[in-house]
């Protein structure tokens, strides 16, 4: 289904693209390329808190995971992530396998397991200023209601899915089912137990990379012509996280991230070409990044290591209750 959706993103965008106008969309992007820079640099320092979140996540065996390798990963989980159907949890499961030779395969599950549900908190805590902000310009529209909703669900996944991994029964069950591996399905909930029920620490590093983002919306908002003011820029960010909900299965949201700016112009007091140039914008921004991690592993080769090799410390006792 990935082609189909990516192809229905795309027909979607050249619609869009036909209806705001190809000129005056491309007078906007031209004028706002000397503002790039400014962001490239600010995706580099949210690439910098995803990593620091990921190594977080693992607790007691962070130190095992040298540093060069985690930025390889972090790299090459961001094409992943990017370009991949439900981008996140394929990501960090990306970065689990990359990093599994250094910490065990079960530490490396529960690392990524509490990195997926850290990001979905995060999105859930960052939605409710974006719906703040989104009320003061349109009041109880749509789209406040829609961010609203957003950072309810995303908060409730977060806490679900760690109350879910750290249930005592589903470790029970998991042992029982997973024969000769349940020496392996123990060791994973003990990962998940080391931690509190919120994994606060790689909560707060994803929380930093949605304040960059926010940055970065300012920014661009700035490049095409609009007031870059906060309330603008978290009713961009809101918009970017409800879109990114929504287009989930659309490689990079192309098309639906436009769709969702071109239709709150109106609320942003400016034409559905400078809205759209935003989210054009930022797909560019994407590209780079993209194209860095999709190169990354053909440039970049990992040193071939194995489990055997590296010396892991005792496994974290359960704490869950």
Do not use: N
């Not at 004028?31 to 979140?53: F, H, K, Y």
């Not at 974006?130 to 950072?151: E, K, R």
């Not at 609009?226 to 299965?249: E, K, N, P, R, W």
């Amino acid at each position: 289904l990935k082609p189909v959706f990516a192809l229905g993103g795309l027909g979607m965008l050249t619609t869009m693209v036909h209806k705001a106008g190809a000129g005056e969309l491309k007078t906007t992007l031209l004028a706002a390329l000397p503002l790039l820079p400014w962001v490239v640099l600010l995706e580099m320092g949210r690439q910098t808190c995803d990593a620091t979140a990921t190594r977080l996540s693992y607790g007691a065996r962070a130190g095992q995971v040298p540093l060069a390798v985690l930025v390889r990963a972090q790299l090459i989980g961001t094409a992943v992530s990017s370009m991949a159907p439900a981008g996140r949890t394929a990501a960090e499961a990306t970065k689990a396998t990359l990093l599994t030779p250094y910490t065990g395969g079960a530490s490396a599950t529960a690392a990524a397991a509490t990195s997926q549900a850290a990001s979905l908190g995060a999105g859930g805590l960052i939605s409710f200023p974006c719906a703040v902000a989104s009320y003061l310009m349109t009041g109880w529209s749509a789209f406040t209601v829609g961010m609203l909703v957003h950072g309810f669900v995303l908060l409730l996944a977060s806490l679900g899915m760690r109350a879910g991994l750290r249930a005592k029964r589903l470790g029970a069950w998991m042992q029982r089912r997973c024969g000769k591996w349940g020496a392996h399905a123990e060791a994973f909930q003990a990962s998940v137990c080391a931690g509190g029920l919120c994994p606060w620490r790689p909560m707060l590093a994803f929380l930093g990379s949605r304040v960059l983002q926010v940055m970065q919306y300012a920014v661009l908002a700035h490049a095409v012509g609009i007031d870059a003011t906060v309330v603008q820029a978290l009713f961009t960010q809101g918009l970017y996280l409800v879109a990114l909900a929504m287009g989930s299965l659309v490689p990079g949201q192309v098309g639906v991230t436009d769709g969702m700016f071109s239709l709150a112009a109106g609320a942003m007091g400016t034409s559905a070409a400078k809205a759209m140039s935003i989210a054009l914008l930022a797909h560019a921004v994407q590209a780079v990044f993209v194209l860095t991690g999709a190169l990354t592993p053909l440039v970049w080769r990992a040193r071939k290591v194995t489990v055997a090799q590296v010396v892991p410390p005792a496994v974290p006792v359960p704490v869950c209750h």
